[in-house]
């Protein structure tokens, strides 16, 4: 397990070089945001217009199947950017990985033409997502005691399970071009034979994320007490370019790490011995 361990940490320090080349790869995880932000302020808009809001508020009238079209149509919508640049994400890194100089111009023409495979990822995806809240919140107010930290227990190993069994879906629709239920199996497929090694990869990336973080709440919290509102906005700045890179990153990883285990390809950056070392198929 340590030996695992100190593996993905040292393939994580690779994807951190490979970052530093194409710095560019950042700007996907903030267009996804960014995109997901534009569909909310429009569909606010919309909400404001039709009185949306009035009626989530409590007013006389209820929430009726306009006001629920317009929330999914709001949620999937932002969801599905998000995704797309995912993909275009992946699809770029691969790129580097093979050899090549990508851009966000070129990871974008690499998924253009796969909306349709998106979209049906965005939708089963975003349903599952919308199931498991539902089966949380009805765990956290219609049971008790014991009970109720049996079902919140359950909820999370569902929860934990779907993520793994989709790990690699993106990676999958975008070198495969296959359509969702398909990349679903195969990845599935790809968990049974490698199900440590994406939870100590996640479980590292977890650590990541949170290192960086806390990196971004010293300056923070220093400004905090000089300037509030300068510490606003250099948390907002500073957080969202290291989360980004951090997205980036584990973009990177998962490409080559998919490469790795579905076709036992390695690169110039991550080298068969490295990853044969860290990521030994399980038959």
Not at 209 to 215: Q, R
Request: charged share 15%.
């Amino acid at each position: 397990m340590f030996r695992t361990i100190g593996n993905t940490w040292q393939i994580t320090k690779l994807s951190w070089k490979v970052l530093q080349l194409d710095r560019e790869l950042i700007f996907f995880p903030i267009m996804g945001t960014i995109g997901a932000l534009i569909v909310g302020v429009i569909a606010a808009g919309v909400f404001a217009g039709t009185g949306t809001f009035d009626r989530l508020g409590g007013g006389e009238a209820e929430f009726n199947i306009v006001d629920l079209i317009i929330t999914l149509a709001a949620y999937f919508g932002g969801l599905y950017m998000v995704i797309f640049c995912n993909a275009a994400l992946i699809a770029a890194a691969r790129e580097r990985l093979e050899g090549g100089d990508p851009n966000v111009m070129s990871g974008i023409r690499a998924v253009r033409g796969m909306w349709l495979a998106i979209l049906g990822w965005t939708i089963i995806t975003g349903t599952v997502g919308l199931i498991l809240q539902a089966l949380q919140s009805m765990a956290r107010e219609n049971s008790h005691g014991v009970m109720r930290i049996v079902a919140i227990i359950l909820v999370a190993l569902l929860q934990t399970a779907w993520a793994y069994l989709t790990f690699f879906v993106i990676p999958i629709l975008v070198v495969e071009r296959v359509g969702p239920i398909t990349a679903i199996r195969h990845s599935g497929s790809l968990l049974r034979r490698t199900w440590g090694e994406q939870l100590t990869a996640s479980f590292s990336f977890f650590i990541i994320y949170l290192i960086a973080a806390l990196i971004v709440a010293i300056p923070v919290v220093i400004l905090v007490f000089i300037a509030p509102v300068a510490a606003i906005i250099v948390g907002v700045i500073l957080g969202g370019i290291a989360l980004a890179s951090v997205a980036a990153m584990e973009g990177i990883f998962k490409a080559a790490l998919y490469e790795w285990i579905s076709e036992g390809k390695g690169s110039e950056w991550f080298d068969r011995q490295l990853l044969t070392d860290a990521y030994m198929h399980r038959n």
